[in-house]
């Protein structure tokens, strides 16, 4: 492995790490579509520059296909430890709660 795959690999963990920030963080109206656009143009970049290099490395893509929702779970149960419903729950809990359909927000993810 060389720096560039160790650079390329920084860069897809920081990439998705925003993503998902952008995904899981609760924005007032009206600058709630700012930050869905600010997550998919993430993601349409990190696309474009995928298809760019023609898959090389070819372990970037699933590396932020699989960062990207998790950061946004975990950010998201993070950021609503003080709403009524998850007030006395334990973090893994609200990680579950957040996960589940019922969690009475289906904006995350």
Do not use: K, N, Q
């Amino acid at each position: 492995m060389d720096y560039s795959e160790v650079l390329a690999g920084a860069i897809v963990t920081a990439l998705a790490l925003s993503a998902g920030l952008m995904f899981s963080v609760r924005i007032h109206a009206p600058f709630r579509w700012a930050g869905r656009m600010a997550g998919l143009v993430i993601v349409g970049l990190v696309v474009t520059e995928g298809v760019a290099i023609e898959g090389e490395p070819t372990w970037c893509g699933p590396l932020f296909g699989i960062l990207t929702p998790i950061s946004a779970v975990l950010i998201a149960a993070e950021a609503r430890r003080d709403e009524p419903r998850f007030v006395l729950e334990p973090y893994w809990r609200r990680v579950r709660l957040v996960l589940s359909r019922g969690s009475g927000r289906s904006d995350v993810l």
